[in-house]
């Protein structure tokens, strides 16, 4: 019964993962300026990830409580559960803030600088791989998350030195918006950093192990 639960709880973590990579993939298409793309979609999305999140996190305090005994693997899943929760429902805050700006930028006419597509086209697939990986207990998927973020990064420094040379040469309403632009690649430098903390978070629940920092 209570490997039951545990499924159970591990399945409603891979819905709101699936959740989240909706909206990053939408928050893409939002920065490629795709006139389909879709900022209400977000922000209804958003708000059912903060229930979602909300809703694994009781699931796991009521099996901890319980007095059966827990396998260290089990336990090692329900804490990394509501970790990896918390981190996804957080994803989803920076991609509502990213698909707010986009969609501003685009009402201005304002172009918007490529590398954010970039940046959030490879937040996207470091989102896949670590569901995949936290789906089928594969440490070893882990490195290839790691190795995205290091593309995300240096695309977030790449662009911010981009932005920031030529700032106050701009005309007040293009500087303001390449402000916003600014906190965008910050964002979704953090939201690379939160997918490679969601993977040192399953690689621990799979092996037991710590991934250090390089």
């Known amino acids: 019964m209570r490997t039951e639960a545990i499924t159970l709880v591990k399945e409603d973590v891979l819905s709101l993962g699936r959740m989240v990579d909706r909206m990053v993939a939408e928050v893409t298409r939002l920065l490629k300026t795709d006139s389909s793309a879709s900022l209400s979609f977000v922000e209804e999305q958003e708000e059912k990830t903060n229930e979602l999140c909300h809703d694994i996190e009781e699931k796991c305090l009521d099996i901890l409580v319980e007095k059966e005994t827990l396998s260290a693997k089990d336990a ?19 991609a509502n803030r990213v698909a707010r700006i986009a969609s501003w930028a685009s009402e201005e006419e304002i172009a918007i600088p490529p590398e954010l597509s970039e940046m959030c086209a490879a937040v996207h697939w470091m989102i896949q791989d670590v569901l995949l990986s936290f789906l089928t207990d594969d440490a070893d998927k882990v490195q290839e998350v790691l190795q995205k973020d290091s593309r995300v990064n240096y ?11 030529d700032l106050g040469e701009q005309e007040q309403a293009k500087a303001h918006m390449k ?19 969601i993977a040192r978070r399953v690689f621990f629940i799979a092996t037991g192990k710590r991934l250090h920092s390089s």
């Not at 090692?76 to 920076?94: F, M, N, S, Y």
């Open 179 to 197: 402000a916003q632009f600014l906190f965008c690649a910050r964002f979704l430098e953090r939201m690379g950093d939160s997918c490679t903390s």
């Open 155 to 165: 695309l977030h420094d790449l662009l911010s030195k981009q932005l920031l040379s």
């Open 76 to 94: 090692r899943t329900l804490v990394g559960c509501t970790i990896i929760a918390a981190k996804l429902e957080r994803l989803a805050d920076h």
